[in-house]
């Protein structure tokens, strides 16, 4: 498998040149890294030639990497039942700068390309319908990106009085609290073995 696999980068390498930024061949499938205005013609290659045949789309997701220049990485996996190869397909962009849409090339691609833009702010030029996919079209925010809030920005209530779901800011109705995690048996008068809090509790109780 490995070794068609690594024949099979080695003529991407040949056809696509410098649009091919990176392979890598691991785990039985082929990953490429290429540029970003180059996906619809990448995704075309690796569904028409006839050595490849990628015919089948079987995601496109999102990866969040807040702390590069370019945060985001776009993830098209693609499945060649003809040659029981998979292929993995990955594009750098910003918050700012769109990914051409293969929605033209793949139909199935719009869904997918719908939920990374809800769920990460990831934006597709071309794209024929591009709306929130999961989320409420008043939502604020992308809720997988690593800088969302855990609690996010609002929530959803029911007015009484105006008879209809409204958005309020979001009440934490419990105070922190700290947690022991090392000493999960805090009723016990003497220390358990590999209990480190228990066992330094104890040493500071004697006289």
Do not use: M, N
């Given at each position: 498998m490995d070794e068609a696999l690594n024949k099979l980068a080695a003529f991407l390498g040949d056809r696509l040149r410098t649009k091919l930024l990176a392979s890598e061949v691991?785990?039985?499938?082929?990953?490429?890294?290429?540029?970003?205005?180059?996906?619809?013609?990448?995704?075309?290659?690796?569904?028409?030639d006839q050595l490849c045949r990628f015919r089948c789309l079987i995601d496109i997701c999102g990866v969040d990497y807040p702390e590069r220049e370019q945060r985001f990485e776009i993830v098209y996996h693609l499945l060649s039942p003809w040659l029981n190869h998979r292929i993995r397909v990955c594009a750098k962009t910003d918050a700012a700068t769109p990914v051409p849409s293969i929605v033209s090339l793949f139909p199935a691609a719009d869904w997918f390309e719908r939920e990374a833009y809800d769920l990460y702010g990831i934006l597709f030029a071309s794209h024929p319908d591009l709306r929130r996919l999961l989320?409420?079209?008043?939502?604020?925010?992308?809720?997988?990106?690593?800088?969302?809030?855990?609690?996010?920005?609002?929530?959803?209530?029911?007015?009484?009085?105006?008879?209809?779901v409204v958005y309020e800011p979001v009440k934490l109705m419990q105070d922190y609290r700290g947690f022991d995690f090392l000493s999960p048996w805090e009723g016990m008068d003497s220390a358990i073995p590999g209990d480190k809090a228990g066992e330094a509790r104890d040493r500071d109780a004697k006289p």
């Open positions: 691991a785990l039985g499938e082929l990953t490429i890294e290429v540029q970003r205005d180059a996906i619809p013609g990448v995704i075309q290659l690796l569904r028409d989320t409420d079209y008043g939502f604020q925010g992308h809720p997988l990106r690593k800088d969302f809030p855990l609690t996010g920005f609002v929530e959803l209530g029911y007015d009484d009085e105006l008879k209809r």
